[in-house]
């Protein structure tokens, strides 16, 4: 079955730096566009980023354009986010989702999930 596994979550200071590491499998996933979500507690869920499943295009959403980076490797079923310049309201849960082609900012479009990992920036 198919199985999307955030990690490299956890406690970062303001300013700091975090790279999340979304870990694929069961699935074809040179095939795949990625997204990246977060959703804070009361919120509803939040688009970061995407990328295509060649790893050709990337889109971002303005509130995090310029410190987020997601990066795509096919040959390791891997899909990272690079997050620099951390803010105590970056805190929320992270998730990695999964849909055949190009991304999307809509995560009903998605058909795979992760289970999501904690961040919290916070001196």
């Known amino acids: 079955q198919v199985q999307l596994v955030e990690s490299g979550g956890g406690l970062v200071q303001p300013g700091g730096s975090l790279r999340l590491s979304c870990a694929a499998s069961?699935?074809?996933?040179?095939?795949?566009?990625m997204g990246w979500f977060r959703q804070a507690p009361g919120k509803e869920r939040e688009f970061l980023a995407s990328?295509?499943?060649?790893?050709?295009?990337?889109y971002y959403a303005d509130s995090i354009q310029g410190r987020f980076t997601i990066s795509k490797d096919n040959a390791k079923y891997m899909v990272s986010l690079q997050m620099n310049s951390l803010k105590p309201d970056d805190t929320a849960v992270y998730y990695c989702?999964?849909?055949?082609?190009?991304?999307?900012?809509?995560?009903?479009?998605?058909?795979?999930w992760g289970q999501g990992t904690q961040v919290t920036v916070s001196s």
């Open positions: 989702a999964a849909r055949r082609g190009s991304g999307s900012v809509n995560p009903r479009d998605y058909d795979y």
């Open positions: 069961g699935l074809a996933f040179s095939l795949y566009g």
């Open positions: 990328i295509g499943w060649s790893a050709d295009s990337a």
